[in-house]
């Protein structure tokens, strides 16, 4: 057998499809951000699709609370949380965390994914459990729903009347979970949170909501979707990710002290792995609390990425409508694509990656925008006038998008 070879094919199949995977060499440089260093042409760029939404990945609040915990603490932290003990940054991050999406309690993991797929699957394995998960959920709510190894019934994104079917179909007495997101982080869509809560009451089931792409950017202190629209208190289980707007990394949930003790006891990618550092759960405290009071940020994120859309629509770029800060600029073709993606960061110094499939469906690839309050009138100016010569160059379709476009 020769392995070489079928790795060879695997990636050669990719690589025909226009969907290889390039990483781009880049070096952020704090104080500085969105410009960042191309290392693989030695010039410098400006970033405009990172998931550090608010540019907190370099502030000095982070830096500080890191340096400093290294210092004082060290770095690692010795083992999982069952064998070593829980360093005392990360007991006071947990108890923010609660406090921020307003439930009794909160549990960290060392990324949002671990969080997703940990939970997920743990829930899964109570007894006679039914899992309905909505079928856009992120990779990570997938494979949890995969590992619990029960029941389970994938309804159609966003479709209320689809879910409750699904629901009608089973047993009332048996225990449900219904598993969705608030902002799709390709789309820009957000999740129906109300209806869903409200099937969720009528046929007696839990509710889960991935937050990941909202916390810090929506709500009144960055709580994310439901706490904007007041209904963190009617939502069993809110996940999030400390490695997007708060900057830093480690994902988490927030939810009843009962259900963090059953994860905790029985989940096995929260107990079987070593505890987030002392230092990373210092920044990202010190990354929420100074979130949760920046309410001038939210704004001026909010402001950059209208601005942003409403230039993209005048210029008449293929602006895929949505109501959050992601901003879609559609191609509809992997190699075209990657080809724009190319010559935005050698030719204009623009860092915008290309998204292909599997992270969106074939045919709807598209290059996904992130303003953050950190990019200048200047910055968007020239992001503006560097699309259109693209498209221009490339020869991609102009033209303005209806709501149902993707
Ligand atoms: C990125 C992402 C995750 C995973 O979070 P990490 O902290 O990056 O592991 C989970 N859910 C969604 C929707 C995501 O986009």
Not at 60 to 84: K, L, M, Q, S
Not at 267 to 273: A, N, R
């Amino acid at each position: 057998m020769n392995y070489d070879t079928l790795f060879t094919q695997s990636i050669g199949r990719l690589k025909d499809a226009g969907n290889y995977r390039e990483f781009t060499d880049l070096q952020r440089r704090a104080g500085n951000y969105p410009r960042a260093m191309n290392h693989s042409v030695g010039r410098e760029i400006t970033l405009w699709c990172s998931n550090d939404y608010l540019g907190m990945g370099q502030h000095p609040v982070i830096a500080d609370a890191i340096c400093t915990t290294v210092r004082e603490i060290g770095a690692g932290a010795g083992g999982t949380r069952n064998i070593a003990g829980t360093s005392h940054p990360l007991v006071m991050l947990e108890d923010e965390l609660a406090e921020l999406h307003e439930k009794e309690s909160a549990l960290v993991f060392t990324s949002g994914y671990v969080a997703n797929s940990t939970v997920l699957s743990t829930l899964g394995g109570l007894p006679d459990m039914v899992l309905f998960s909505d079928a856009l959920n992120h990779a990570s709510m997938i494979e949890g729903v995969r590992f619990g190894k029960c029941e389970r019934h994938i309804f159609r994104h966003n479709d209320v009347e689809h879910l409750q079917e699904l629901l009608a179909s089973v047993d009332i007495n048996r225990p449900k979970l219904i598993a969705f997101e608030s902002v799709y982080s390709m789309d820009g869509d957000i999740g129906f949170i109300k209806e869903f809560c409200d099937l969720a009451d009528q046929y007696n089931a839990l509710t889960y909501l991935d937050e990941v792409h909202a916390v810090g950017l929506y709500g009144e202190s960055g709580g994310g979707v439901a706490q904007r629209e007041g209904l963190s208190d009617r939502i069993d289980v809110i996940q999030g990710t400390l490695g997007k707007a708060f900057g830093v990394v480690g994902g988490y949930i927030a939810a009843s002290a009962l259900l963090i003790d059953y994860i905790r006891c029985f989940g096995s990618g929260f107990i079987f792995t070593t505890a987030m550092p002392p230092a990373t759960a210092a920044g990202a405290l010190a990354s929420v609390q100074h979130v949760k009071q920046d309410v001038q940020a939210r704004i001026r994120l909010h402001r950059n990425v209208n601005v942003v859309k409403s230039r993209l629509t005048e210029a008449g770029l293929p602006v895929l409508p949505n109501p959050s800060h992601i901003v879609p600029v559609m191609v509809y073709d992997a190699k075209r694509c990657r080809e724009a993606s190319h010559l935005l960061l050698n030719k204009y110094d623009i860092f915008v990656q290309h998204i292909n499939h599997p992270t969106v469906p074939v045919g709807t690839e598209r290059l996904r925008i992130t303003p953050t309050p950190l990019h200048t009138d200047e910055m968007i100016d020239y992001l503006i006038d560097a699309l259109v010569s693209v498209f221009d160059e490339l020869d991609l379709v102009r033209q303005p998008l209806g709501e149902s476009a993707a």
